[in-house]
């Protein structure tokens, strides 16, 4: 099952009252231009088919952003960046942050090895890649969260 299909299907087995619309190739290729880089294919889909209207909680107080709010690490985050994130984190997007950003996690838009991985960053958790695909990601946060945390 497609990431975006399995993350809307949780999102209302669990009540969460989420708004999504299926964005346009206006609302998201600015992100790509703004930041010089390639969304990861399911990534991509995500946005198209259930991108967040506005900010929210799910049932794991996490906020999904919508389009709008999508930043790259150095636009949102102004502590120093573990070694494993390449570049400053220039091509690394924030997607959701957990409990008014006490951490948030990233998805590397960087071309060669950490293409397309998601990165836990902030909050004095251990700051680390905790997927290897959007994909794998929602997997693990619809079936338990704190595998990702």
């Known amino acids: ?3 975006h299909i399995k993350l809307k299907n949780w999102w209302a087995q669990t009540g969460a009252d989420i708004a999504t619309w299926p964005a346009t190739p206006e609302a998201i290729d600015p992100i790509a231009r703004r930041y010089d880089l390639t969304l990861p294919q399911d990534f991509h889909r995500y946005l198209a088919a259930v991108s967040p209207t506005a900010d929210n909680w799910d049932d794991e107080m996490g906020n ?37 950003w006490c951490w948030a996690w990233a998805i590397s838009c960087e071309q060669g090895a950490t293409f397309g991985k998601v990165a ?22 619809t079936n338990d969260w704190i595998a990702v945390s």
Not at 120 to 141: C, K, M, N, P, W
């Open 120 to 141: 836990l960053i902030g909050g004095g958790q251990e700051e680390r890649f905790v997927a290897d695909t959007f994909s794998e990601f929602v997997d693990r946060y």
């Open 64 to 100: 999904w952003w919508p389009i709008g709010r999508i930043k790259n690490i150095p636009d949102e985050y102004e502590h120093a960046l573990p070694s494993f994130i390449p570049n400053e984190g220039r091509k690394f997007l924030f997607f959701l942050d957990h409990c008014i």
């Open 1 to 3: 099952m497609d990431a």
